[in-house]
């Protein structure tokens, strides 16, 4: 089963160091009514289960409400996933992982403790294929200076830049901004290549790190933050000093 969240690399890897947990029967009580709806294919009570907005893989947009879950059930939960969450034994296969929530196997589906979904980290092929259809659309419309990359990750707004950044396969990010007054269709004021990947710690937060001589360019994603934290933030250093700090708005991730 294919697992490229993002959000699935952070929880794995944390899951991977801490001890899950037996899940307690309060907790195996709102899961097996998860399983049976999803058994039954109750398609109405499943989606009466969600935490709304549910996150898909960018550029999968997120499903928004019930009805929109419902109008993509099929594409979400193919025969194999209903399969899986079908067969799992609450008791066995679902786990208490802390303030994570519960999750079964190895992460494929979260929960919260008051018997919501969270996430579901898998793809149908239908999504998969969505997926394509939807990168193939943004390299149309992006400059042909950087219309060639395997996966978008996100687009930041800041004051002053229209940031893009997107994975060009094994894991290697470019970096292409704007003055914000520009579209995207333009050719970006600037491009950087070969920029890394930073995890801090458990709660989700994240950076993308670009080097051009002696500025490094650094993409801050603020997951857990203080209560009036922004969702982002742009970082420029020199010679390792800050010459420009911007928070940030996520136009798209």
Same mark, same amino acid.
């Given at each position: 089963m294919k697992k490229e969240n993002l959000f699935l690399i952070f929880l794995v890897f944390f899951a991977s160091i801490v001890s899950a947990q037996n899940l307690k029967p309060e907790y195996q009580r709102c899961v097996k009514s998860f399983v049976d709806n999803i058994k039954?294919?109750?398609?109405?009570?499943?989606?009466?289960?969600?935490?709304?907005?549910?996150?898909?893989?960018?550029?999968?947009?997120?499903?928004?409400?019930?009805?929109?879950?419902?109008?993509?059930?099929?594409e979400i939960f193919d025969k194999a996933l209903k399969n899986e969450i079908s067969n799992s034994d609450p008791a066995k296969d679902w786990s208490d992982m802390g303030w994570r929530g519960i999750m079964l196997n190895q992460g494929i589906v979260w929960m919260?403790?008051?018997?919501?979904? *969270?996430?579901? %980290? $898998?793809?149908?092929?239908?999504?998969?294929?969505?997926?394509?259809?939807?990168?193939?659309?943004?390299k149309k419309q992006l400059d042909p200076s950087i219309a060639f990359f395997q996966k978008p990750i996100c687009i930041l707004e800041t004051s002053k830049f229209r940031i893009r950044i997107d994975n060009l396969g094994n894991e290697n990010y470019r970096y292409a901004s704007w003055s914000i007054n520009k579209a995207m269709s333009e050719k970006p004021d600037l491009i950087i290549m070969g920029g890394k990947l930073v995890v801090e710690g458990s709660g989700g937060n994240h950076?993308?790190?670009? *080097?051009?001589? %002696? $500025?490094?360019?650094?993409c801050a994603i603020i997951i857990l933050g203080e209560k009036n934290s922004p969702p982002a933030k742009l970082t420029i250093y020199q010679s390792g000093k800050v010459i420009l700090t911007q928070n940030a708005t996520i136009i798209a991730k």
């Open positions: 039954n294919d109750n398609r109405e009570a499943v989606a009466d289960m969600v935490g709304y907005p549910l996150k898909r893989e960018y550029p999968i947009p997120d499903v928004v409400d019930k009805g929109d879950f419902i109008t993509r059930y099929d919260d403790f008051d018997g919501r979904l *969270t996430s579901i %980290n $898998y793809q149908s092929q239908a999504e998969i294929d969505h997926k394509k259809e939807l990168i193939a659309e943004q950076q993308y790190e670009f *080097t051009k001589e %002696n $500025y490094v360019y650094e």
